[in-house]
């Protein structure tokens, strides 16, 4: 395996590993590097790419200089590698929504996270550039509840996690079309807890007008990122059935609660 460095924005870098097996024309593993006067590495990768990674950080800054680890949810590709990193550099923490440090944070890490509430500012610092992000919860999506995003506000870069996956291996950066490319992964996965809160949660990110897709699976998106939000919302609506209105005629039709034999609660 071999691990790309490209700069996707002003001093923000894309750390690429594509593993082959995972998916047809292989599937990447991406990390961003934040270079700031208090630099951010958004993902860690697995524990088994701990010594990749590393080495790509050290291609642009001493690893010992981190001071904030992020990523978007609890998963050994977003994270496994997380007290590896708090090993390597002393001075770094995790920072992650309340309720991900509520979870599971508080205990997973070898040194306790700074928990961040909807909205909140993470300042990076920084002379030329002042760096800012922006803590966005995004519950159950693309899944688990402790779920968010963060936006740095003076390159207007969001960094998205898993949403807008692609399969194989593209380039580092793209404004070509994704949306068949990402229908394509989820159609494969199914990674996505669908439901109304997914295309309401890319609705919003949309709204926040970014310039820069940082996706974890993929390439990222230089091109109409707001566009492309809007138009895989409509995709969630009306190929994956998340409206509002499809919601509710599901839970319509379920089935009722049965109760079992010798118990009077009803279970289901």
Known sequence: MHTNVDQIA???????????????????????????????????GMRSLFPLVREAVERVMPVERLRWIAFAHVEA???????????????AQVAHGALGCQLSLNDL??????????????????AGLQRRVVEVPTPHVP?????????EQETATLFCGDLVSQLGDG???????LVDAAIAAEDLFGQTSLGPAVPATYR????LGPRTLAVMHGSSYSGDCPALLRTLADVYEQRYGCSPAAAASSAAASPQPQTL???AIPVG
């Open 204 to 207: 919003r990110l949309a709204d």
């Open 143 to 151: 899944h688990n509840w402790e779920s968010h995003v963060f936006f």
């Open 171 to 177: 380039p580092a950066v793209t404004d070509g079309d």
């Open 261 to 263: 034999p010798a118990h």
């Open 10 to 44: 002003d001093r923000i870098y894309r750390i690429s590993t594509c593993i082959p097996e995972v998916a047809p024309g292989g599937f990447t593993f991406n990390q961003f590097l934040v270079d700031a006067e208090e630099p951010l590495l958004y993902h860690t």
């Open 109 to 126: 890490c070898d040194r306790p996270p700074r928990p961040m509430a909807d909205g909140d500012v993470l300042d990076l610092g920084g």
């Open 77 to 91: 590709d977003e994270c496994g590698a997380v007290n590896d990193f708090l090993g390597a550099a002393p001075h």
